[in-house]
């Protein structure tokens, strides 16, 4: 810390008085780092014991989020640990890239493990090979004084990385998943966002009528209607009981009135002729551009279409989310929102102690501020976005929160735990909206899948309560 | 020779320029996607171009490497394509000319190869390199790229030294030449016009080669083309830069093009004797 | 030279026998073990489970399925592909004017990357700007098929662009062996007063056994496989209706990290492969017109 590598290191700056050492951090609150500003919390500095000159190796995702928030977190790691590093790569397709490393025992530090073509979590941490993220949780926060790690996340936003209690990944993204379209177009045309999903059919007939197709999804990727639609109906109509049978395989799990319900509810759109033609044949950004064009007026997605399409947003869109309509007109701020995007760390990586620093660095406030400021998405870090300006999206997702309230509906885990499942659903979702299965095959085909994951002995089970 | 009538003339070359249109067309269609805006791409995809858009080039060059990637390409598969060459001959040559016990099974062997799905292997090769300490080298790669062009190469040039006359090779003999000499002086050159066709055959299909360089380089610094590109697309599902990515293809087609265009006659020539005298 | 051949048989041999064996069938033949194991893909070792994998295969409804799909490109891909480009060939060995452009033109796709020609196609079928959608809409239909969103059209969509692909390449191995028909027998059979058609089926066919039987040993491994295309376009949707043999044991294995299922499911592959070739060289090696 005196004068070795002054030309190279990055210059430290205290708050307050220049020259006083870190030996009186006790006394100061807080340290100011220069570069990225991050205000270090007392004692705070290096629980985990990371060694000095560390260069270690990350892997991420790079996707609707972009890369550049990542690349900040590794200069607030540099920062805080001067000497030590965090490369930073950014992939896609993380399971071709990952496997074979993770083979040969020579896997990255830390990962992302999202997007198409990502790792098969549960395998992992059936073998062994993911770190558990408890030192990590109940170490002290970077840049919030007197909170562990875990305590500044949101609550709840780290349930879906426990595997039988143990935490195996956090989720660096709160995402809030819904209904989308442009506010400037509805209030032209004087349309306003319905309360029922009979109100939704209407307004459809109305839209359809004016010339614009109702609706689109997503179309070779029909899992988006899985977590815009399917998740939050089936909770409204039936509870969210539903959701955690269907993780835990409970028999018949699928069958269940509600489900067929929603099934149905949502099959309508395809029998009243309300989905985009060709929607099948896009891809998720394509079908995205040709809502942007106002083609169609409702998408589901989550927070991050914002970003994702912001090269190609029309200047006055102004998009918005709004929770999905069910039966009940007074369940209809009850919203699916959580956290996404699991960063995890290998447990024979080099340094899984610079993997678990960074996250510590990259779930800090400084770097959840410079992610809602740039990327307009926001992490699941308590007051990891104030005094930020946020985009209409952003905006309208957080109403969309408040409003819930308490009704914030949790995600299931079985995509993450049982991809077989997973693609079945993927599969039937397609068919449902295409008018070749009904809600009846769905829940038959998914049903089965279910049932074949229950018996196959080989298929390592979770447990959710 | 028999008479062909105007009408038939006529639907002949119909169809022809159907087909050629066919061909063409989404080619000239891509090269001129490429001078569009990404707005321009998606919401008016049949208009020409406001602007041209030469910064899709830009940044398909600088942004996305295509040009560091050009010449990785290069400095693998030059060597990889000579030295393919050349063991391949002397393996064919060996099969092709001499009566030995297992001749039969070696060849059918090397036959095999051509049969198998590469990417099942990718697992196995991938420990393998990597003990060898061959990961995300340039060499490494090259040795893989000769062995998996090693059965289509052999078993095309062991058709093509089949086909060729022995009494030239007789009276090297006669004439007191040593095995070797029969080969380099008398053989090689004899099978050029083979080694030219399946020169260009394996540079085509290392160059366009992708499941290997998938899994045997993970630097960016290193990839190869075919892996740059569809690093590209991938991106691309969450960036929408596609108007760059429409730039790196045309990067990437007018000199295979130019290449193709040069050597066509090789190639089509080499392809047909060796893909029939197998 | 008796005596001596083996000085040059194994110094010739040993390069491509080494570097063959070491990354070729070495890999191979660690792939064969799994097969018969159950493994996923990780550190831990596979596990020996004997014919389990193959019996689970039976009952399997997506192998079947990918099955299928591979006997409707094995069926319909040599007859198609085969058929256009042996016309094609005729066509343009019949001196017709601009020959060589066609020549030239109609080989170029098969020089390109499988993921040019994916990304090219995956645009030109795009339902909304699409080059088939937009003409459909242009002449009046106003709901063109969706193609690669549609589990009606998709496989045949991808069918069109494996013809596109490997059409010209065909055609070029038909007329290397059209140019090689002695003209004597064209001319005698001009003085007969045959005409185009009746020269092409009672000369020129017959004369191409061996151009036919290479060409269908190409169509078959092309049909087997089908990966590259397959991948960049669809991924083997939708709702599985363009999943071959390739993709479906892809998907296994590094989606579900079930590395002994998706290999034993290539040992299948590899076999109808195998079997099939063999079968082609049966067929065909009678039949051949020296000449």
Known sequence: ????????????????????????????????????????????????????????????????????????????????????????????????????????????????????????????????????????????????????????????SQTSGLFDGVQRYVNIAFTVFGVWHSKSLFEEKGWNYPTTWD??????????????????????????????????????????????????????AWEHPAMLQALNMMRALHDNGYIMEGTPGLTHTESQAEWLQKKAAF??????????????TPVGFDMVIKPVPSDDASKLSWIDASSGEPFMVFSNGKNPVAGMEFLRCLLSKESAKWFAQNVGSIMPVVGGAEGVDLSSAMTSALTAVENAGPNILDRPSFPGWYSDIYSEVKDSMGALLTGRASAEEFIERVQEASDEVREDPDIVKFKRA | MYQVSRWSAVSTQTVLIGWAVTVIFPMIWMIYSSFKTDQELFFSPWAPPVELQWDNFARAWTKAHVGDYLLNTLIVVVPALLLTLIISAMAAYVLARFEFVGRRFLFYMFLSGMLFPVFLALVPLFNLVNQLKMLNTFHGLILVYIAYSLPFTIFFLTGFFKTLPTEIEESAIMDGANPYQ????????????????????????????YVLPLVLISDESKYMLSQGLAFMLFKQFYENDWSALFAALTIIMVPTLIVYITFQKQIQDGITTGALKG | MRRHKYRIIIPFLAPALILYSLFVIYPYAQAMYVAFTKWKGLRKSPRFVGLDNFEKMLGDDQFWNALSNNLIYLVFLPIITLGFALFMAFMISQKVRFSNFYRVTFFFPQVMSVVAIGILWSFVYHPTIGIFSSLLKAVGIERPPIWLGDPDTALWSIVAVTVWQSAGFFMVIFMAGML????????????DGAGRGS?????????????????LVFITVIAMDMFGITFTMTQGGPDRSTDVLATLLYEHAFLHSRFGYATSIAMVYFVIVIVLTLLIFRVTRRETIEF
Not at chain 1, 41 to 53: D, Q, R, T, Y
Not at chain 1, 131 to 142: E, K, R, V, W, Y
Not at chain 1, 216 to 240: A, C, D, N
Not at chain 3, 180 to 191: Q, T, V
């Open chain 1, 1 to 156: 810390m005196k004068k070795s590598g002054i030309s190279r290191r990055r210059f430290i700056e205290y708050t307050g008085a220049a020259g006083l050492g870190i030996g009186l951090s006790s006394v100061l609150p807080q340290i100011s780092l220069a570069k990225t500003g991050i205000k270090v919390a007392s004692g705070a500095a290096n629980p985990l014991g990371l060694a000095a000159n560390t260069q270690a190796e990350g892997v991420f995702f790079s996707g609707g989020f972009g890369h550049a928030y990542i690349e900040y977190a590794a200069e607030i790691f540099a920062e805080v640990h001067p000497g030590s590093s965090m490369s930073v790569e950014g992939i896609q397709r993380v399971g071709e890239r990952l496997r074979p490393r993770i083979i040969a025992g020579n896997p990255p530090d830390v990962i992302d493990n999202s997007g198409a073509g990502n790792l098969d979590t549960g395998a992992l941490v059936g073998e062994g090979e993911i770190m558990d993220l408890g030192p990590l949780m109940s170490a002290p926060a970077l840049d919030t004084p007197g909170k562990t790690f875990g305590e500044t996340l949101f609550p709840g």
């Open chain 1, 199 to 252: 109100g939704m059919l209407s307004l459809c007939d109305t839209i359809k009528s004016s010339g614009i197709a109702p609706w689109t999804y997503q179309g070779k990727y029909p899992q988006y209607m899985l977590f815009g639609l399917l998740e939050p109906m089936v909770s409204k109509i039936g509870g969210p009981q539903i959701w955690k049978d269907v993780d835990n395989l409970v028999p018949g």
């Open chain 1, 299 to 312: 998408i589901p997605c989550g927070t991050w279409l914002e970003n994702e399409m912001r090269s190609i």
């Open chain 2, 182 to 209: 029969v080969f380099f002086k008398v053989m090689l050159p004899m099978a050029s016009p083979g080694l030219i066709s399946m020169g260009i055959f394996n540079f085509l299909g290392m160059w366009n080669q």
């Open chain 3, 180 to 191: 090689s028909i002695p003209k004597s027998l064209y001319e005698a059979a001009a003085l």
């Open chain 3, 199 to 215: 020269t092409f089926f009672r000369i020129t066919f017959p004369l191409l056994w061996e151009n036919t039987r290479s060409s």
